[in-house]
Each structure stands twice: as C-alpha cells, then as structure tokens.
C-alpha cells in the first residue's frame, strides 16, 4: 500500500510487515523519515528533528537549524552542503558538479513497469504491486531524477530505482548514480557482507560498523567471486531468529558499489548502486539513464526470516522461465570426470552408468569444440571437435536420449581465445585500448558486448550450436575478469560506459538466447560463483555455485549464498575423493546429503565407483527424487553455522508444514564428546511428526522447542537426515 497525506506531504508504503516513510519538506527537499517494522501513525512529522549544529550550513535563513549536512536525505547530492556519500554526481557542461533536488510531483502506478534492457522482479498482475514515481529537479540545471519504488505488499519486499533525464539544453555526464540511499537516525548496526574469492564465494562477514566508511565493491566487470552485491544491516543483538535485519541486494551483474557511511553524529547512511569508480555515463539534452534495480527487505526476527522473504520473493518474481515452477533434474557434468580428454565412447559409457544410477540429464562441460584440449584454444569457435566427437553432436545427443538421459551443454559465449579463428579472424573484437596489452587471463579474451555487432554475432553463433540437436540444458560459463576496458566504438567521452554497456550487452544476448530456447534450462557460472547475483538469476534459472565441491568447504559456500539466494538456484555436485581443489578424503554419505542441499548432481567418472559406492549413489539418486519438492521449493531454515563450530545443521519444510527433511554435518570426530540436541524451526506445533526412517512420532512444539537427539556420529566428515512427516490421524 502507497499513502499519501498532502497536507503533510508524508508518503507511507507499506508492505505486510514493513513501513517506509518520506516527507517533502517546505523547502521541497525530501527526507527520510523512517524504515522498519510496520507502524501505523500517518503524522509521522515529529521524525525528523533538526537542530543548530556548528559548521552545519544552512540552506535557509528562515529555519537556520535546516541543514543538508544533518537532514536525513532520500536521494541526497553533493556539492550544496550534504558531505556525506552522495547518491548521485552529475557533472554539467560548465565542467561544474554541484547540484540539488527539489520535489516536483509525483505519480501512482498500478503494478510495475518493466526496465529497459535491465533484469527486474516482476508482477504477474497490477494488483500485486504498487509503484510510486517522485520527480525530484534540480532547477539551475534541468537535471530531473525520478525516484521509484515499487511495494510488493504480501512478499514483504521493497524494490527501488532510479530514472535520470537531462531536461536541459546541454549535455552533461552522470558520475555516479547509487540504485538506492537510506539515512538511519543512529549508527547501532553490524554490516553484514559476502565476501572470498575463487572457490571461497560468499563467506558471511559480519563486524560492528563505526564512524567512517564501510564498502563492499567490485572494479572487475563482474559482480565477483570477492564481494557479493548485497548488504545487511543488523542491530548488533540481531541473531539468526531475533531482531532487526535490513537486507539490500542490487539486481546487476557488474561493477558495483555498496556502501555504509556513518558520520559525526552517528547517523548511518547506505547506499547500492553501480560503481562510480571508472564510470560516466552521457546523457544529451532530453536523453535517459536506467538505473539497475535494488531489492530491500526487513525482517524483525533476524536473518532467516529476511532469507525466507528473498528466498519467495525471487523464486517466484525474479525467476521467470519454465523451470520457475518446475522440478529440476539431477545432472552429471563431465568436467571434473574428464576435463577435455575425451571421445564419444567414453562419454557414453559414463552417461550409461549415470542412467542407470537414476541420474537423468548428462552434460558435456567445457572441451568439445575447436581443437579445445586445454584451456587455452579455441573459444569462439563453436564448431564440434570430430577428433573426439566423430558423428558431431548430433550422433552424441542421440545416442544420449536412446539412452533415456537428456543432454546438456557448456559454453562460454563472452570470450575469445588468443589461438581461435574468430580471434584471427576478426582480432579487434575483444575489449582493448588501442597501444596497450591486451591482458590474457586463462589464455582468453573478453568479447567487447557493448558493441552491437558484435552482440548479434554471439546471438548467431551460440543460436545455430543450439539448433544442431535437442539440447535440453546449458551452462553459460564466463571465466575471467575484464581488463583494458575500452571499446572501438565509443567516442572519447564515453570510454568510461563501456563496463555498464558490457554487461547491458551481456543482457541482451541473455535475453535474446533464452527467448528463443524457452526449453532449455540455462545455468549461469563464472568459474564457479563469480556472478551470482539477481541479475543472472533473471536469464539464468540456476547457478553453480563454486568450483569447490569439497563437502566441508562447501558447507561454508552454500550455507552463505542460502542469506539470500533460493536453494534451487544453487548448484551442488557431488565429485570425487580426493578433492580435486582442496585434496580432502570425505565419505560418499555426506557429499551427497550437502550437495542434496542444493540443485543435486555427480561431477566424477561414474565408472570408478566401486559397486558399494555405485548403491550408495543409487540410493542417494532415489532419496533426491522423493525429497527434492522440498529442496526446491520448501522454506529453508539455517540451525546451526559452519562457521561458528565443528558442526552444521539446516532443514527444508513443506509451505503446509506437513513434511520436513533435517540435514546434520559433523566436520571432524571428537573424542567423548558432549551429548546434542538440535531445536528445529518452521514445523507446526499441533502437528505430529513421523520420523520416516526412526520410526518414532514427535510433536512439532517438542521438535521445536525440545529438540532432537542428534546421534552419536563416528569419524571426520559425517552427517545425519531426519525425514519427517505428518501422522495422519
Ligand atoms: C569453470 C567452471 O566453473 C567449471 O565448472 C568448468 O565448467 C570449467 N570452467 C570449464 O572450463
């Protein structure tokens, strides 16, 4: 619900757990009243409290405890007197960049208009959702900014953005244009990010923040392995079930900027949009600049519930694809099984064994095109190896059906290899800056997709791979970050668009690619988790989450993707022992129940397993299939951390509560060790549960508030699962 008082001039929106509330002052600036648990009063003046400070400006003699450097600002600039991050920077034709917004009016929308050529949540009918649109105007320039928010009232979520237009007569440059902007009246807050690196992605930092700066940012064209574009603020007493959590998470896949500024009289502003560093963008007199959406959410009972409120919202308004509402099959990927070295029969005799494991999509990972032996040839030229694949892919994918299996299939669409055709071919096509190096990393290049034709060229060539035979699934890797980002077709001014027009590029070949082949699932990965963000989610219905299958590390890995991202678009492999990245030796048992955990599938030679293992993976084959409704589509609840103990716990529930599946790991054995019950979450109280396997009944309240006897568990790397269903009475 949106409400607004003229008399006041106060908007309140309010979702079903949340209020939102901004005032446009006398002056017509507009301030930032509240952001919280759902209140009620529509005077929500007496909010905002200015008083006199020294070496605070006033904007006006009238009322001299008016000052920008303390208003709590909605979309606040720099230049006029706020010295705090500003949301945006223009810089005018005078070479000048001082400016402010003035309220002009604003607009109602029923539902929520799409963005151009940006991923967005959606409606599926205007009822769904409100969109407020507030012109605020800078009048010595003509710069008008369009601030807007769309209220999701049942999902609990808040979605914003930013249009810019130059209504003026000349040119100007944007510097920086953040998605969002919030002022907080105090600074009680711990920030949590998601951070690492290659085969590291998104480990959960948390840390009190104090007066200063905090950021997390990516300057490497991609969203990143190193910092994931999200933020939460929590009260510092926050826990997993208690307190209040603002979750902030930008929908874009490239450079971004998130930041926590806290100032002299600890009041606390956070910020998310692209990058401002090495970014401008031109805008002509009567042109337009999108911003990337950003999704906020608040929760008063701590994470999980704000993960619970992402986790719905986005399977079911960021996800848009078919396999938005489908079941997604268990997969084996040849990579980790046999890298490049490979031929037809040997690919087959694997895919045979993984038919009759109960295993239901084969896919061919990386090494099937050009002369690709190793990582170093070959992209861009998507034409079948007949060295090792002698009847093309045509002969393959049948042989694969006859098998009864459906075929997947890895490419890389955004490079090009430095020893390729296209690369001979047309050597200019790669992002570069005329006179410097063009940096390799993994021997390969980045394609330069802010140019237009070099977008309809990738469209072709991926379109005509995917047409040869019935491919049922894709992986779409991206493995390096950009250097010497420059593009030939951008004028001088314009050098610093090319990252943004990069990834806009990247959207429309998505775009384009996965509406025309709207059965094939698509999986998005940059070696591993180095774009998993919201944007990719909107093209890509899952994604691999990291190059690091290892059970252990895995635990950290995706129990830190889980803060915000559904367990669906997660994908886990189990692959073989030793680990090929960290060399750890752990059971069958529990690399199947953490990567059960997620979006299930085998990476490894099928045909090595002992016949022991070849049952186990059997089994764990049929367990998936019976319990996987609720790891794709039940409500996840974390129990206990990997990165707090020796241990972790999570579990899946039905949305009716009748049926739940409780996941338990034990990383290293403990001599005599202390007894442990484990409290689980989400079950209803009244109901009785059957433990499938134990054969015990409980009651939720005890499940809950009693707990279970975690059993004793012997040697490193071992984990439990209880099933439990409701006795029908
Ligand atoms: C990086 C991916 O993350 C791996 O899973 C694999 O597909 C390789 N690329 C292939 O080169």
Redesign the pocket.
Known sequence: MIHFDPKTKIFHLQTKNTSYILQVLEQGYLAHLYWGRRIFPYNASYLLRNIFRAFSPTTDPADPNLSLDTLPQEYPGYGTSDYRQPAYQVQFADGTTASELIYQGHRLISGKPRLDGLPATYVENEEEAKTLEIHMYDTVSSLSIYLIYTVFETFDVITRTVRIQNDGKEPLRLLRVQSMSVDFHHAEFDMLHLSGAWARERWMYRQRITQGTHSVESRRGTSSHQHNPFIALLDPHATEDTGDVYGINLVYSGNFLGSVEVDQYATTRVSMGINPFNFSWSLNPGETFQAPEVVMVYSAEGLGTMSRIYHHFYKNRLLRRRYRDEIRPILLNS?EAVYFDFNENKLLTIAEQAKDLGIELFVL??GWFGKRDD?RTSLGDWVVDRNKLPGGLESLVKKINELGLAFGL?IEPEMVSLESKLYKEHPDWCLHIPGRRKTLSRWQLVLDLSRKDIQDAVIKMISDVLSIAPIRYV?W?M?RSLTEIGSAALSSERQQETAHRYVLGVYRVMEEITSKFPDILFEG?A??GGRFDPGMLYYMDQV?TS?NSDAVERLKIQYGTSIVYPIVTMGAHVSAVPNHQVHRVTSLKMRGDVAMSGNFGYELDLTKLTEDEKEIVREQVALYKHIRHLVQKGEFYRLKSPFEGNSAAWMFVSPDRHEAIVFYFKILAQANEPLERLRLKGLDPVIQYEWIEGSEVFSGDSLMYAGLHVPLLQGDFVSFIWRLKKVEI
């Open positions: 990579f990972d990386d990582d890895w992986k890797d493995n990965c070696g591993g691999w190059d």
